[in-house]
């Protein structure tokens, strides 16, 4: 009585496709299975038929640049991503962010694209990716289209990719001068491995002018949703504490944050998201610098 | 197109090819296929590191890696790392093996202990070595983040990842650590050895029990109740006799002769049959063999169960209620357990300042790295084989024989390697189960607990409420204690008696006091079962008081170590219980040494809160804690053990005992005791330890009690080993015994040297059958509320432990600590050190990390990924004073120290949040949140 009865490995998406659509029910799609597996082996997901293993579609296994843009396959382990040059160099809050998923085994194992298809609202590799305000690639009816990554997200642990859709990878801006991105999260150090909150900023700073940000907290509801009332406040004005002490109030007015038993209270993660604000938003600003 | 049938791949540079087994993960061919059992399953959910591979280069966890993944892939295990000599005598401690310089720097550094989790340990190091041949500390800590330790090996596991770095680098052998030897070291004892089973744990040919195999096995699981309270009302099992490869469905109507185990008391059912109650979710309802697991697992699934529930009663304070439902016949009382000592209204009349407060402990998971296994095997003389890891062999084996209908010699238990026990493998797990089934089949079955099982059936830590009230004189001596506990036995007794009798002798603190009253209320409930723990109820009661303690340095302006000092137990004190101490306190030495050190790295101010230099909301301090623990059972109990020792024909010693090792470092101290005794080197001295049929009962390994009460009977056993060999030379070689004596592998008789090997054999030839048995007996101690000497030794601690707090997160990390223990005497010091940080690791994970969560019975924590073991971050630097103030029937004067280690770090780092933050933890674990939230309300 193992997870699954057919583990079937492709090599091209249409295979992927193809198998999605004639194997036998019911059918998922494996990368890394580093989530997957374990939900079902404790009963949290009902045991499948197939398991289509698409770590074999070069498509998917891809970092590289490509034009102004950087391209990240879905099936790229997380450990592969962390330690990239290139995204420590385009999107350190990428870095960063995968760089705490899981274990550093599971890092090994983990991918991407199961960090964002699972849909969960506070996964940290997907809130960094969604601060850099990144497109998702949907190989769907034989072609790719590219989506905001945001529209992936219908419910806590729901997406919005069809059965036979595949994720393939995701793209970002490559960094520009006065750009930098960071990350970081509060953990509770009892009881489940989940963050009690965490943050991407994004960031375009102009001498010593915020000219343009973006700013995401997980979890903030049932899905990601960036913290535009706060971006508003910081965006076109200068990098000061009063401005951070008004975004601060402004988090508190706008951003709504829930209680979760025996993980946090909302009003903690009013208390952290101020540290984390002005902590992650220092960290960006100083990276600015560096170009 | 490739063969869809077969998965190939390379492992430990052979080619492999498998047919593809549907739901297969790589853990699982590795050890059931391939039998590559190095690679060991400790969670099963990818949480604890045990099941490391190295895949291509990357480390991985196997558990959670399909097989068929692995197709064309390169594999490394713990197998392949070490490689066999041809001739299979290389030089002595790695024998035959020629190991990977990782696997010699964890055996020379004492990185091994119980050694469950050490293959993963050190393929996790290896991929990290083979990627980065330099790693920093924060490299080493980063990579081994999930790699768990419970054994909490920490410190020499960083040592020793260091060391092999530096040798693949330079070319250089690996030179042992420095690690003092003892105070009065003798010739071997006293001085650091390498365990005899590290090259067995460090090449992954170490056999726990879920790596055994016998042919015809099947395979074992429990149906459990997973209601906390009710009657059972049907039981149907058809469904699951009628599932093919199932061999026998048992319930409680298949049990004809005891009914129930248990280890003082006897209130366990082994089963809950129709019309009985159900006290606890993990209580068995129906018990399965089948020939796969998988079947076992299904066939469980399709059992109907019909449970009325019952009012569930979930605390020890609501159990003690006149109207709480009554959960056993004889009420909910386990025991009123009561100290008196002096007047206490006196006593409080004495005092110019009363303190009171209350004070929770939440109950704790001993999370050993390996799940609860059991093997019975029937044999054609009716006999019945248990192979397990227990701490308790020759109890399993009368509650084995008692509910099979056996006498007790016809069951023999086979202790195998024990992945962690900290207390949590003393009761019954599945020894009975899978002997039952054994028996009905006449097969053997392997009944092997998933970590989801071992968390809601074993016994926990007592969740425990202490009121506390204290008086003092303003100079700050202390008049009088008065303690009242609630512990939360859960739904049977287990050792919750003998557990919370300790809580309540040591209430007081190590202190003298002329007054006490203290009452303890054991109380069962419908929760899981409490039991022992390392720290076996005084670490309860010393986070209150030594809580207390600092509360009432306060209130008094008193320097809170003077006011330690001054009510100290000394020789001449008498404890709370009416016991003299005429010999062997060290604790004030234990004090002065972490004072004196605590003021060096701190100044004459420790205690006081320092703001970090670039982070205003980063405050350090630290906190100060003492404590004692009894040495051995006491109270009364009969406290013996046996050992045997026989001179092999191959000139070895083998000393024998059913005494338990797991990874505390017990076959490392009889080998050095016997070896000193018979004047010979390690290599000369082998230990065999708990086969019922072959060692004698060492009773159980528990209370601090196997150095001082084993190591006495073996030192005994060697005596007498001595004597007989040199009454037998001198007849002999018409010699005067003092002529005679023995050396390494030799006895000098005169001058003439014969080897033991040769002793051995011409006694044999003649009939004389060179072994001695002796059952060493510890000096009688009195019952609770006789007065007298209630224990035979105590060992004391005091630790410094500072706090980093974040002031806006309320996170807490413990960068350091200083801790001194008084153990009498430092038998084997490498062994000791390992005891000594992994006691301080895992008292900062109960202060930090780890909450066992029940809410109304049900078990919320039942996953290894929500109970949280510290990892190798929670690391501290630690400063360790080993203080020798030996007993005198001790062995070499040594006495317990297994498990004063942890007590004082949890109530010094709650004492250094308070002295960082102002924020009293008067509950475990700390919360972040709680810091955080009362600072909020502070700046309003």
């Known amino acids: 009585m193992g997870s699954w009865k057919e583990y079937s490995v492709v090599k091209t998406l249409d295979e992927a496709v193809h198998k999605l659509s004639t194997a036998i029910e019911p059918v998922k799609i494996i990368a890394g299975g580093t989530d997957l597996l374990l939900e079902i082996q404790q009963g949290h997901q009902p045991i499948v038929h197939t398991l289509i293993d698409v770590n074999n579609i070069d498509e998917m296994k891809c970092l590289e640049v490509r034009g102004q843009r950087l391209f990240i396959g879905a099936a790229v382990a997380v450990s592969k991503i962390t330690n990239s040059p290139l995204v420590k160099q385009h999107a350190l809050a990428v870095s960063e962010a995968t760089g705490l998923i899981g274990g550093p085994q599971v890092r090994n194992a983990a991918t991407i694209g199961g960090n964002v298809a699972h849909a969960l609202p506070a996964a940290d590799g997907m809130i960094s990716l969604v601060a850099m305000d990144t497109q998702a690639v949907i190989y769907k009816d034989k072609s790719f289209v590219e989506v905001p990554i945001m529209s992936l997200f219908k419910g806590p642990g729901q997406s919005t990719l069809e059965k036979t859709e595949i994720l393939v990878g995701f793209y970002f801006n490559l960094k520009q001068p006065g750009e930098a991105s960071a990350f970081d999260r509060v953990m509770r150090p009892q009881g489940v491995a989940l963050p009690i909150l965490n943050n991407a900023i994004w960031i375009k700073r102009n001498r010593n002018i915020i000219e343009d940000i973006r700013i995401v907290f997980g979890p903030s509801g049932p899905v990601p949703t960036r913290a535009e009332r706060v971006e508003e406040v910081l965006k076109g004005y200068a990098m000061e504490q009063s401005y951070i002490d008004l975004a601060k109030k402004t988090l508190r007015e706008t951003v709504k944050f829930r209680t979760s038993k025996m993980r946090a209270t909302a009003a903690y993660r009013y208390e952290l998201a101020d540290l984390l604000l002005e902590r992650v938003l220092k960290k960006a600003w100083e990276r600015t610098e560096e170009v | ?940």
């Open chain 2, 1 to 940: 197109m490739e063969n869809e049938k077969m998965i190939t791949f390379e492992v430990n540079g052979k080619l492999v090819s498998l047919e593809k087994k549907p739901g297969e993960m790589l853990a699982d061919l590795l050890r059931e296929r391939l039998g590559l059992t190095g690679t060991k399953i400790g969670c099963n959910e990818a949480e604890c590191g045990a099941c490391t591979v190295v895949i291509d280069g990357e480390a991985i966890l196997s558990c959670n890696f399909p097989a068929e993944k692995a197709h064309g892939k390169q594999i490394t295990t713990i197998e392949g790392l070490a490689t066999k000599k041809e001739n299979g005598n290389g030089n002595g401690r790695q024998g035959e093996y020629t190991v990977h310089p990782l696997q010699d720097a964890f055996i020379r550094y004492g990185a091994v202990q119980c050694g469950f989790c050490i293959p993963g340990q050190i393929m996790t190091s290896y991929a990290l070595l083979e990627s980065n041949p330099e790693p920093s500390v924060e490299e080493i800590q980063y990579a081994l983040k999930d790699t768990l330790c419970r054994c909490a090996g920490y410190p020499s596991i960083i040592g020793a990842v260091q060391a092999a770095s530096e040798s693949i680098r330079t070319g250089n052998p690996i030179s042992d650590p420095v690690v003092p030897i003892a105070r009065d070291a003798g010739r071997i004892v006293g001085h650091s050895v390498y365990r005899p089973d590290s090259i067995a744990k460090v090449t992954g040919s170490a056999i726990y029990s879920d790596d055994l195999h016998f042919d015809g096995m099947l395979h074992a699981r429990v149906k459990r109740a997973m209601i906390p309270a009710g009657i059972v009302e049907s039981i149907d099992t058809s469904a699951a006799e009628a599932l093919p490869g199932v061999k026998a469905v048992l319930t409680a109507k298949d049990l004809f002769a005891e009914k129930v185990h248990g280890l003082v008391i006897k209130d366990w059912p082994v089963m809950v049959g129709v019309g009985e109650k159900v006290r606890y979710v993990g209580d068995a309802i129906a018990i399965v063999a089948a020939d796969t697991r998988d079947i076992a697992t299904e066939a469980i699934k399709l059992i109907q169960v019909k449970i009325k529930p019952l009012p569930i009663v979930n605390s020890a304070v609501l159990a003690h209620k006149e109207d709480a439902p009554q959960i056993h016949e004889s009420g909910n009382l386990l025991k009123h357990i009561k100290v008196r000592k002096g007047d206490m209204d006196s006593g409080f009349a004495d005092a110019d300042v009363v303190l009171e407060h209350t004070f929770f402990t939440n109950p704790n998971d001993h999370a050993f790295l390996e799940p609860e296994c059991s093997i019975a095997r029937p044999l054609e003389n009716g006999r019945m084989e248990i192979y397990v890891g227990s701490q308790i062999p020759y109890a399993d084996r009368e509650q084995v024989a008692s509910v099979l209908g056996l006498e007790e010699e016809q069951v023999r238990i086979i202790g195998q390697l024990i992945g962690g026990g900290f207390g949590g493998k003393e009761d019954i797990a599945g020894q009975v189960h899978a002997a039952m089934l054994a028996q009905k089949t006449g097969q053997p079955v392997k009944l092997l607990f998933d970590r989801q099982e071992s968390l809601i059936v074993h016994p926990k830590r007592h969740a425990t409420q202490i009121k506390l009230k204290v008086g003092a004189k303003s100079d700050g001596q202390l008049t009088a204690v008065e303690t009242e506990l609630y512990g939360d036995t859960g739904a049977y007794a287990s050792l919750g008696e003998k557990v919370m009798t300790r809580a309540t002798t040591h209430a007081s603190g190590p202190y003298e006091i002329p007054n006490v009253k203290a009452d303890c209320y054991a109380m069962y409930t419908n929760n899981p079962p409490a039991g022992a723990f390392r720290g076996f109820g005084v670490l309860q009661s010393a986070f209150a008081v030594e809580t207390m303690m600092d509360m009432l340095a306060e209130e008094l302006k008193v320097d809170l170590i003077k006011l330690r000092e001054m009510n100290a137990l000394r020789v001449g004190s008498v404890t709370n219980t009416g016991q003299l101490l005429d010999e062997s306190v060290g604790l004030l030495e234990c004090i002065e040494k972490v004072k004196t050190a605590l003021y060096e790295k701190a100044g004459s101010d420790p205690f006081k809160p320092v703001f970090d230099q670039n982070d205003p909301n980063i405050v350090r301090s630290w906190g100060f804690a003492v404590a004692y623990k009894n040495t051995g059972l006491g109270g009364g109990a009969p406290d013996k053990a046996g050992a045997e020792i026989e001179l092999l024909p191959d000139g070895v010693f083998e000393v024998r005992s059913a005494s338990a090792e797991l990874g505390q470092g017990l076959p490392t101290v009889l080998q050095l005791t016997a070896a000193e005794e018979l004047g010979q080197g390690v290599d000369q001295v082998r230990v065999l330890l708990s086969d019922t049929d072959l060692t004698p009962d060492g009773g159980p390994t528990t209370a601090s009690r196997q150095t001082y009460v084993t190591g006495n009977a073996v030192r005994h056993a060697a005596q007498a080993m001595r004597d007989l060999l040199t009454a037998e030379l001198a007849e002999r070689y018409d010699v005067n015994p003092e002529k005679i004596t023995f050396i390494e592998g030799l006895a000098q008789i005169d001058r003439i040297q014969v080897p033991l090997a040769d002793i051995s054999k011409t006694l044999r030839a003649d009939k004389v059958e060179p072994k001695v048995l002796y059952t060493y007996w510890a000096p009688e101690t009195k019952p609770l509320g006789q007065g007298g000497k209630m224990h035979v030794a105590f060992s004391f601690a005091a630790q410094a432990v500072q706090v980093e707090v974040n002031l806006l997160s309320g996170e807490v990390k413990v960068p350091q600590v200083i801790t001194a223990n008084d153990v009498g005497f430092a038998i084997n010091p490498l062994g000791l050190q390992g005891q000594i940080e992994g006691g301080a690791i895992m008292g900062i994970g109960h202060a930090l990390t780890e909450d066992f969560v029940i809410t109304d019975g049900q078990v919320i924590t039942d996953r290894l990924a929500r109970y949280r073991i510290p990892s190798i971050h929670y690391t501290p630097k630690i400063t360790s004073f080993i203080v020798e103030h030996p007993t005198k029937d001790g062995p070499f004067g040594g006495k317990g120290v297994g498990e004063i280690v942890l007590i004082p770090t949890i109530p010094a780092i709650t004492n250094a949040v308070y002295n960082a933050v102002g924020v009293r933890v008067d509950s475990l674990p700390v919360d972040q949140e709680k810091i955080r939230m009362a600072k909020v309300k502070q700046m309003v």
